[in-house]
């Protein structure tokens, strides 16, 4: 057993007749008679038998898909026609088909399961056939609903074909014309073929049950004994006597295909029977038992339909009673599908980061050699943002003293001349009112919390007594720890000041600084 | 050659599975180590280029106020010269003078002081009415150099009502001089 059909969905054929269920799941095997009701039904006590006992042979690996279940049907109601469509129809082949269908059958397409072979074109002087040929088997859909539900309730998923097509898997080669005769318990089956491609398919109410009760009736026997000397095919006068005479209908039936020339039979009772139904029919028909192996209980239908999943992986003809779902699951088992996914799954969250890190890992290191080399531009951001820092620190507030002063000074002041410099000092010269003037200049001043220190160092009346000429200095408090200018100040006798200039820390320079003139040297007056 | 025995038939298939089993193991072994060690080099450089990134995010602010004041001062100081600083700083203000309306007089100009990272200083005299001066002492700052003012005199002139007298020291830092440490200021 390899991995992969360990991974595998179990496949089992069944083979339904219209009396009996026989299952072949390997080796194992089941025979199951059926109930049915008037109308050909299931009856409901037969669906939970076969259910039950579909259970006990479908055993379900947990790791493996549902199981699928080849299920080859009886010939009762099956219909065949050969169809043509052109050449050149490739897509919606389905779609083509089912208007053939329609035409061509007397039930809807919707009322029916059914199936189609493309069957070979021949080349004409070798040149392709103008059309392609297509081999439909159809049959109502309600005669498989049942069987799909007894299939569905195992867990499995049905896949219908017809036994009396999949017999012809285990047939020898013959000739052009041959046919092939199931002989069931009540009723046989009649297949023909011409070129391997089914023509006909009939049912006959006719079976091996029927030899035996003739065998009984000739003989007075019981039944019993009576199957006993329809298997043995003894020699005994009587006994071929009375086969032939229950073999008579049954050669009635066949006697209208005259074509068939070799005829092949199946079933329990085709040993014994083939000799005189080969005598019956006559010497241009010559007739053979298939190895059916039906003393294990395999039926030549079963053994077809496992000869056509060893071959093509499925049956010949799938029967589709829902669009596209038969042919989706044969051709695509889920299960390994999925172990297949998860693996990979697995498999690659297992490899990513290793294969990530080996892929990435140049591309990364590249960038980061790129990154560190332009590393040394952020020592200059540095430097940058430090020299710019500096040279803003250490801008002296001259306008902003200007403008403290001039807000400062009372009416009538006249500075003839002011020095400042970078170190905070500052000292002028001018005019005054009075004493009481620069009483007032200097308290101003120094209430405005720009400077550290405000003396006077020289107060001078003019000769008239009416002025005072003043020679003061002051010094600015160092940067942070005086207020700003625009601010208004702390004390409450001191006006808010005028509209000035924006602080040192502005952004954008205004065009004209508004500044108050009568303050500025020698217009004070 | 003999034909061998089922058994020593067996014993080859069993050696060589038992050999195949090692040389999987093995090779995988050897693979799984070349890619432990590819991913630990690979998170070793993820650890760097993350505390780069934290580095690099530190800047990101220091980026913005240098660019604010950039355009504070109308200056980039990664263009500054140190050859040509004094003359450009020098055309910057008489052009900054002129266009302000200010007459200037006498320009007088000193070699710096390498260890105040000056490139120079400059004395100016000139003359104008009073917002002409004022305008031109606010927009000394934002020439495009590095100026600071050292000192400002102003004073009427008598002879000239409504004029002013300014007298000017100006200093001009040299940026290819200045290092991490801060000057004294």
Same mark, same amino acid.
């Given at each position: ?525 | ?26 090779? *995988? ?5 070349? @890619?432990? +060690?590819?991913?630990? &080099?690979?998170?070793?450089? !993820?650890?760097?280029?993350? $505390? ?59 070699? *710096? ?5 000056? @490139?120079? +200083?400059?004395?100016? &005299?000139?003359?104008?009415? !009073?917002?002409?001066?004022? $305008? ?50």
């Amino acid at each position: 057993m390899n991995g992969r059909s360990l991974m595998a969905p179990a496949c089992i054929c069944v083979e339904i007749g219209q009396s009996s269920m026989r299952a072949l799941n390997g080796t194992q095997g089941f025979q199951q008679p059926l109930e049915r009701l008037p109308n050909g039904r299931l009856t409901t006590s037969c669906k939970d038998r076969l259910s039950k006992a579909l259970q006990s042979l479908l055993e379900r690996k947990l790791w493996s898909g549902r199981t699928r279940v080849f299920c080859a049907v009886g010939a009762r109601g099956v219909s065949l026609r050969r169809l043509s469509l052109p050449a050149s129809v490739d897509q919606d082949l389905r779609q083509h088909l089912l208007l053939q269908i329609e035409a061509e059958f007397p039930l809807p397409p919707d009322e029916l399961a059914w199936g189609y072979l493309e069957l070979p074109s021949a080349n004409v002087n070798g040149v392709a056939a103008a059309k392609r040929e297509f081999l439909i088997v159809a049959l109502r859909k309600d005669q498989l609903e049942d069987y799909a539900e007894v299939f569905a309730s195992c867990g499995a998923v049905a896949v219908f074909t017809v036994a009396a097509i999949s017999r012809n898997s285990i047939c020898p080669r013959a000739p052009s014309d041959y046919a092939i005769l199931d002989i069931g318990l009540r009723q046989s089956e009649l297949v023909v073929f011409h070129e391997g491609v089914p023509t006909m398919v009939r049912a006959i109410a006719w079976g091996g049950e029927n030899v035996t009760k003739v065998l009984a009736e000739h003989l007075g026997i019981p039944l019993a004994e009576a199957e006993k000397l329809k298997l043995e095919s003894g020699s005994d006068e009587r006994v071929q006597t009375a086969t032939d005479a229950a073999l008579a209908t049954l050669v009635g039936a066949l006697n209208g295909r005259r074509t068939i020339t070799r005829l092949f039979l199946s079933g329990r009772s085709a040993s014994s029977l083939v000799g005189r139904l080969e005598k019956l029919l006559g010497p241009a028909s010559q007739c053979t038992v298939l190895q059916s192996g039906s003393a294990d209980g395999h039926s030549a239908g079963l053994l077809g339909l496992k000869a056509d999943l060893e071959r093509d992986g499925g049956p010949t003809i799938v029967l589709q009673l829902k669009a596209d779902t038969a042919g989706t699951v044969l051709s695509q088992p889920a299960p390994r599908k999925w172990a297949a996914v998860a693996a990979a799954l697995a498999l690659a969250a297992l490899l990513i980061p290793s294969v990530g890190a080996v892929v990435l890992q140049p591309f990364l290191a590249r960038k980061l050699a790129s990154i560190k080399t332009e590393s040394g531009r952020l020592a200059t951001i540095e430097r940058e943002l430090r020299f710019l820092q500096y040279l803003k620190q250490t801008q002296p507030p001259y306008l902003d003293a200007l403008y403290v002063m001039a807000k400062a000074a009372p009416p009538g002041t006249r500075i003839d001349s002011l020095t400042m410099n970078q170190r905070g000092d500052l000292s002028f010269k001018g005019a005054m009112g009075g004493s009481q003037a620069v009483v007032d200049f200097r308290t101003k001043l120094i209430d405005s919390g720009f400077f550290a220190r405000v003396s006077v160092e020289e107060q001078t009346p003019t000769p008239d007594r009416q002025r005072v000429n003043v020679r003061m200095s002051a010094e600015w408090k160092p940067a942070g720890f005086r207020p700003p200018v625009s601010d208004p100040p702390a004390n409450p006798e001191v006006k808010p000041p005028l509209p000035g200039p924006k602080p040192v820390a502005s952004p954008t320079p205004a065009p004209t600084p508004p500044r108050p003139a009568d303050a500025t040297p020698g217009k004070k007056e | 050659m003999r034909t061998l025995t089922s058994q020593e038939k067996r014993t080859v298939r069993l050696g060589v599975t038992g050999i195949a089993i090692y040389l999987i193991l093995f090779g *995988g072994f050897k693979i799984w180590q070349f @890619l432990a +060690s590819r991913r630990a &080099e690979y998170r070793n450089l !993820v650890a760097q280029a993350e $505390g780069l990134e934290q580095r690099v995010k530190i800047y990101e602010g220091k980026i913005l106020v240098v660019k604010k004041l950039m355009g504070d001062f109308h200056m980039d100081p990664a263009k500054l010269t140190r050859k040509t600083g004094m003359a450009e700083a020098s055309s910057a203000i008489q052009k900054s003078a002129a266009s302000g309306g200010v007459i200037l007089g006498p320009v007088r100009e000193s070699p *710096g002081r390498p260890s105040s990272k000056e @490139l120079g +200083s400059m004395q100016l &005299e000139g003359a104008g009415p !009073v917002p002409a001066v004022m $305008g031109w002492l606010y927009h000394l700052q934002s020439v495009g150099h590095p100026l600071i003012i050292d000192s400002v005199q102003i004073s009427s002139d008598p002879t000239r009502p409504g004029q002013l007298k300014v007298n000017l020291t100006i200093v001009v830092l040299d940026f290819e001089q200045w290092t991490k440490e801060v000057p004294n200021a």
